[in-house]
C-alpha cells in the first residue's frame, strides 16, 4: 500500500525532499507549501497557538503518513504548526493541493486511505480531549501506542494474537502521552511482567494485543 | 425515536446551507432523498449511541444536537455541538465502525435520515460529495487540535470566552442582536470548555459582573463581542 501511495504521488508531481534531524519542515513563519507525505523517518508536530506559550505535542509521525493535510486543505497556509524532524533524516514527498485533489478525484484506494487517516487521528485526538485528571495512565498508553501503529491502527495479525512491532522511543512516548520516563518505565515493566510486551531498542513488540486491550 | 409526517422539504428543494450535501446537483439530491426518512427528536432523545454500529447517515433539518463521549468514571465529554444541515455518524458510517460518540437533541429537532446505500452509491459516482467529505474530515480535524491545544495552554477564563465566541459564530443570535441563539447548561459549557460546572458558573458570573455578558437564566447575551474575543485570545 505504501509504494502505492508513493507511486501515486510522484505520478501527481510530488517532489523529493530530504531533511536532516532538527530541521523544521514547516512553520508558523513558512507556512505550509502542499501536502506532505513522509517515505521515511519520523517527525513531530507541535502546535502553538497561544501566543508566547509553551507549544504542545500533537503529532509523532512514521513513515507512510501524511501532514499538512488539515492545515492546506482547507486553504490555510498560514498555520501555528511547528514540523520538525526527530530521526537521524527524513525524506518527504510534497504536492501541491491542486494535483492532490485531482489524485483523489481519480483514485478511490486513495481516498479512501486518506478518509481513513483523518478518521483515526480525529478519533485519537478526540480522546485526548476527553482524558480527565483521572484517566488511568495505562488507557492514555495503550491509545498511544494504536495511535503509532502505521495507519494508525493495529494490523490485522494483532487480533489474533500475533506480535507487531511499534517503532517509538521511551522519549517519545513520554512527550505523546506527557509523563515522565520513571513513571513510563514502570507501567511498561508491569506490561512486560505479564508477557503482553516487549522492549528493545528499536521500540516496543506488542505480543498479545488482544489481552493489552483487555487491561485497557 | 418518534417518526412524525412534518414538512420538512425533499432534499433537492431543501434551504439549507453549507452542509456536505449542498455540493450535490438536484438529481442527485433527489437520489439522495430516496429513502429519506424524517425524524422529530425531542429535547434530550438521543439519536445514536456511543458503541452502536450505524446503518444510515443523520442529517439536521432544524435543530441543535450535542456530540458526546463518556470519558474516565463516566463523566461525559462534549465533542461540539452540531446545528442546522450538519451532518451526524457520516464518520463512523464510511469507516464501518461503531459509533465513537453519543448524539442527543438539546432542543426539539427535526433530522432527516438518509440510506448508507444511497449515500455510498453517491459517494462513489460523485467525486465533488467525496471531497466535500474529507474536506469536512480535515476540518474537523484541525478545530480538535485547535481544542487540545487550547485545553493545555489556555486560561479557564480564555476558555470560556472562546466558547462563547464559537456558540455566537456557530448559532448567531436572536433578533435582540445579543441574545445567542442557543441555550446550554452551566455543565454544557463547561463541557466544552474541558471545565469543570463549578468553575464556569464563578467564570460566567465574573463575566456577567463585568458587564461583558448578561445571563437571564439559560439565556446569554453578549453586550461586549469585541471584549469577549480579546479575552478569548482568539488567533484570527
Not at chain 1, 157 to 162: I, N, P, R, S, V
Amino acid at each position: 500500500m505504501k509504494l502505492e501511495i508513493e507511486t501515486l504521488l510522484r505520478e501527481y508531481g510530488a517532489r523529493e525532499k530530504k531533511f536532516d534531524r532538527g530541521s523544521v519542515i514547516y512553520s508558523s513563519e513558512s507556512g505550509v507549501e502542499g501536502i506532505y507525505y513522509l517515505v521515511s523517518g519520523k517527525i513531530r508536530i507541535d502546535n502553538s497557538r497561544v501566543r508566547d506559550k509553551k507549544e504542545v505535542l500533537i503529532w509523532l509521525l512514521g513513515s507512510g503518513s501524511f501532514f499538512g493535510i488539515s492545515s492546506y486543505y482547507n486553504g490555510y497556509e498560514a498555520c501555528s504548526y511547528i514540523t520538525t524532524v526527530i530521526s537521524e533524516s527524513a525524506t518527504i514527498l510534497l504536492i501541491s493541493r491542486e494535483e492532490f485533489i485531482h489524485l483523489l478525484k481519480e483514485h478511490k484506494i486513495m481516498r479512501d486511505f486518506i478518509i481513513s487517516l483523518l478518521y483515526r487521528r480525529l478519533d485519537y485526538i478526540e480522546q485526548r480531549r476527553s482524558y480527565g485528571p483521572r484517566v488511568s495512565f495505562r488507557k492514555k498508553l495503550i491509545d498511544a501506542l494504536v495511535f503509532l501503529c502505521p495507519s494508525h491502527r493495529p494490523p490485522e495479525e494483532a487480533f489474533t494474537g500475533k506480535p507487531f512491532k511499534i517503532a517509538v522511543t521511551l522519549t517519545e512516548l513520554c512527550s505523546m502521552i506527557s509523563t515522565t520516563r520513571k513513571q513510563l518505565v514502570t507501567e511498561i515493566d508491569n506490561l512486560i511482567n505479564k508477557r503482553i510486551i516487549e522492549r528493545d531498542g528499536d521500540g516496543i513488540t506488542v505480543r498479545n494485543y488482544p489481552k493489552l486491550m483487555e487491561l485497557e | 425515536m418518534k417518526s412524525v409526517k412534518m414538512d420538512i422539504p425533499n432534499c433537492e428543494d431543501c434551504q439549507n446551507k453549507g452542509g456536505v450535501f449542498s455540493c450535490l446537483s438536484k438529481p442527485d439530491k433527489t437520489i439522495l432523498g430516496e429513502d429519506k426518512g424524517n425524524n422529530f427528536y425531542k429535547k434530550g432523545q438521543v439519536i445514536f449511541y456511543e458503541g452502536n454500529h450505524p446503518h444510515g447517515l443523520y442529517c439536521i433539518y432544524n435543530g441543535k444536537v450535542k456530540i458526546s463521549k463518556l470519558g474516565d468514571e463516566g463523566k461525559e465529554q462534549i465533542v461540539r455541538i452540531s446545528g442546522n444541515a450538519d451532518t451526524l455518524g457520516y464518520r463512523s458510517l464510511l469507516c464501518n465502525e461503531p459509533y465513537k460518540a453519543t448524539a442527543t437533541a438539546i432542543e426539539d429537532s427535526y433530522i432527516c435520515y438518509l440510506s448508507k446505500k444511497k449515500f455510498f452509491e453517491l459517494l462513489e459516482s460523485n467525486n465533488t460529495l467525496c471531497l466535500n467529505t474529507i474536506q469536512l474530515l480535515a476540518r474537523e480535524l484541525r478545530q480538535s487540535e485547535q481544542q487540545l491545544v487550547d485545553i493545555t495552554q489556555k486560561s479557564v477564563r480564555e476558555r470560556i470566552a472562546e466558547v462563547l465566541m464559537q456558540l455566537k459564530t456557530k448559532f448567531g443570535v436572536k433578533p435582540d442582536g445579543v441574545t445567542l441563539d442557543i441555550r446550554l447548561t452551566r455543565r454544557e459549557i463547561g463541557d466544552m470548555a474541558g471545565v469543570t460546572t463549578e468553575t464556569t458558573i464563578r467564570t460566567l458570573s465574573d463575566l456577567n459582573k463585568e458587564g461583558i455578558i448578561h445571563i437571564s437564566g439559560k439565556d446569554l447575551q453578549i453586550l461586549r463581542p469585541d471584549e469577549l474575543h480579546r479575552i478569548a485570545n482568539i488567533e484570527d
